[in-house]
């Protein structure tokens, strides 16, 4: 996996972690002010959307470079591992037909 991919699901959890501890869905009695609540939860807003766009906007780069390798017509990592097994094993019999 990409690494600012993983950076961005991170901050996606954090933010998503801080909406739900403001909000007091996963514990009923916090200590925290109403204040707090408040600027906890602005927090895990921001960070929730920028890494929400963040990944989004991986996705989509990844996306752009798969698209320009297969409009360049590259082979991918596995295309090429099964073309030169195919010429070799090609060469092999090739080797094994000829008469000595």
Known sequence: MNFQAIICSFILGVGLVLICTSTGTVDEDTNFTKTTCKIIFIIGCVMTA???LAYVYTIHEVLV???EKFRAKKLRK????NAQLKTVSIRIEGEK????
Do not use: H, T
């Open 97 to 100: 037909n000829v008469p000595a």
């Open 78 to 81: 596995l295309e090429q591992q």
């Open 65 to 67: 470079r798969a698209r």
């Open 50 to 52: 920028i890494g929400g």
